[in-house]
T-cell receptor, first 116, second 109 residues
Framework: GAVVSQHPSWVICKSGTSVKIECRSL??????MFWYRQFPKQSLMLMAT?????????EQGVEKDKFLINHASLTLSTLTVTSAHPEDSSFYIC????????????FGPGTRLTVL | GQNIDQPTEMTATEGAIVQINCTYQ??????LFWYQQHAGEAPTFLSY??LDGLEEKGRFSSFLSRSKGYSYLLLKELQMKDSASYLC??????????WGAGTKLIIKP
């Protein structure tokens, strides 16, 4: 199956710093990439959808100035958590879809962010 | 509103068969996915149904009835590694994924 990687797999940072998470589709070109966050024992919550070369579409309640998304190529999307605070601590997961809306989303392994 | 219902938790015995049900009410329908998620890990894709009927893939099978807004995931010959959460996900008419809360499956020896 299709492979999506994320880096880093975990990160610990101080409050007020920014953290960048990378998401790469390794063996296919991802027209669309998605960013989710997941709190413990809860389902995934979609944060934003990004299409290569265009601005991300953020879900209601997600601060676009805080969670910066860049989908610069068909194989790479980045999520930057700016001025992170402890409440931003979460499991961040990206997924990638090749082309059609009905294509399967393949998920990266996730990044666990802990903000001290 | 859009809603997906699946049991919160199920328990089964190693080697047995378990069926995880999912019912949904969504704005349109463009397919239903089942994902497996082990604790602390990202979801992995199991199956996709868009037409009525049963799709079999090894030990896992997924069934869909669009008229009933119903799907199930059938796991056979259960193994301890099948202990995980199973997420029912529906794609609505806007191609948005609506996530169920997941069913935690506990496998006992």
């Amino acid at each position: 199956g299709a492979v999506v990687s994320q880096h880093p797999s975990w990160v610990i940072c101080k409050s007020g710093t920014s953290v960048k998470i990378e998401c790469r589709s390794l063996d296919f070109q991802a027209t669309t990439m998605f960013w989710y966050r997941q709190f413990p024992k809860q389902s995934l919550m979609l944060m934003a959808t990004s299409n290569e070369g265009s601005k991300a579409t953020y879900e209601q309640g997600v601060e676009k100035d805080k969670f910066l998304i860049n989908h610069a190529s068909l194989t790479l999307s980045t999520l930057t958590v700016t001025s992170a605070h402890p409440e931003d601590s979460s499991f961040y997961i990206c997924s990638a879809r090749e082309g059609l809306e009905t294509d399967t989303q393949y998920f990266g392994p996730g990044t666990r962010l802990t903000v001290l | 509103g859009q809603n997906i219902d699946q049991p919160t938790e199920m328990t089964a015995t190693e080697g047995a068969i378990v069926q995880i049900n999912c019912t949904y009410q969504t704005s349109g329908f463009n397919g239903l996915f089942w994902y497996q998620q082990h604790a602390g890990e990202a979801p992995t894709f199991l199956s996709y149904n868009v037409l009525d009927g049963l799709e079999e893939k090894g030990r896992f099978s997924s069934f869909l009835s669009r008229s009933k807004g119903y799907s199930y995931l059938l796991l056979k010959e259960l193994q301890m590694k099948d202990s995980a959460s199973y997420l029912c996900v529906v794609m609505d008419s806007n191609y948005q994924l609506i996530w169920g809360a997941g069913t935690k499956l506990i496998i006992k020896p």
